[in-house]
């Protein structure tokens, strides 16, 4: 792709007929204003988004732009790769915070505490992006992942808030934390990354599954299986963005304003018509995020 098409934002899809919300969003990351985000967005019937945060700053962001924004929930957590970077520092500095010095058990304690207090508040919906990724933090690191997993989890329950799973090449454990602790009440694995075998063990716990664009992407037939067995009361549908941008337009920025091209694709897995995917995709965000 030319690098004038990387830089050109997608077009406008066509609008959705019934309006469904962004499930899973980091409007922090995008190149744009949250005003701007949320017109384009609900121009094409995306109404309401889920802004996620990913350490203590980000986090803070999301719950105030909730506030200042009646169609913005909040999620607030410490993102799983970022409990690591807090314990044992991160010298190679790839952390949008750049590098810093190790800071052990107590800093991720003071961290965790910080993210306990967001999540006292109205306009925070969610805890999350928590869990575990085997794919980006090493054996080293995976301690300070799963303590601060767990300590989300509790987090969640306490205040009665979903609880927004990032789960990259841990299935297994992730499912095994969740046994261990007990889940909430409401579980929602953001960018589901599994195939239909893991599906179904969700689906038989009542977990929520948010699929994200990669599901249009050529390779991803497993992530198709799934969406093919889920559940139609538990399919969300989010970007990540400015990640994972659907086809055609892969390689682009992504923002909440493509979410119609990604609900399509799912409803033509699922044999399902775009309007009532819709109409349940838009009811399950809400009881998800209890909004």
Not at 136 to 151: I, K, N, V
């Amino acid at each position: 792709m030319a690098k004038q098409d990387k830089d050109t934002p997608p077009p406008l899809p066509e609008p959705l007929r019934v309006p469904v919300a962004d499930s899973h969003t980091h409007l922090d990351m995008q190149d744009t204003t949250v005003e701007a985000a949320l017109a384009k967005a609900a121009s094409v019937g995306v109404t309401t988004l889920v802004q996620v945060g990913c350490d203590l700053n980000g986090s803070r962001w999301a719950a105030d732009t909730a506030a200042a924004h009646d169609a913005v929930h909040a999620a607030v957590a410490l993102h799983p790769n970022e409990a690591p970077r807090i314990v044992l520092g991160d010298p190679d500095g790839w952390s949008r915070q750049g590098a810093r010095e190790p800071g052990g058990d107590a800093a991720l304690d003071e961290a965790l505490a910080g993210i306990d207090a967001l999540a006292a508040r109205p306009e925070v919906r969610g805890v999350g992006e928590t869990g575990l990724d085997h794919f980006r933090t090493g054996p080293e690191g995976r301690a300070a992942q799963e303590r601060s997993f767990r300590a989300h989890i509790e987090i969640a329950k306490r205040h009665g808030k979903a609880l927004v799973i990032h789960d990259r090449e841990a299935h297994d454990d992730v499912l095994r934390v969740l046994r261990e602790e007990g889940a909430p009440d409401r579980v929602v694995f953001h960018c589901f990354s599994g195939d239909a075998a893991l599906a179904e063990v969700c689906a038989a716990a009542g977990y929520f599954m948010s699929f994200a664009g990669n599901v249009t992407f050529k390779n991803a037939q497993p992530l198709r299986d799934a969406v093919a067995v889920a559940p139609p009361e538990l399919l969300l549908v989010e970007t990540d963005a400015p990640f994972l941008t659907p086809a055609p337009y892969r390689g682009r920025a992504n923002a909440p304003y493509l979410i119609p091209l990604t609900l399509r694709a799912m409803a033509a897995v699922k044999g399902m018509t775009e309007d009532a995917l819709a109409s349940a995709v838009a009811a399950n965000t809400a009881r998800a995020f209890d909004y």
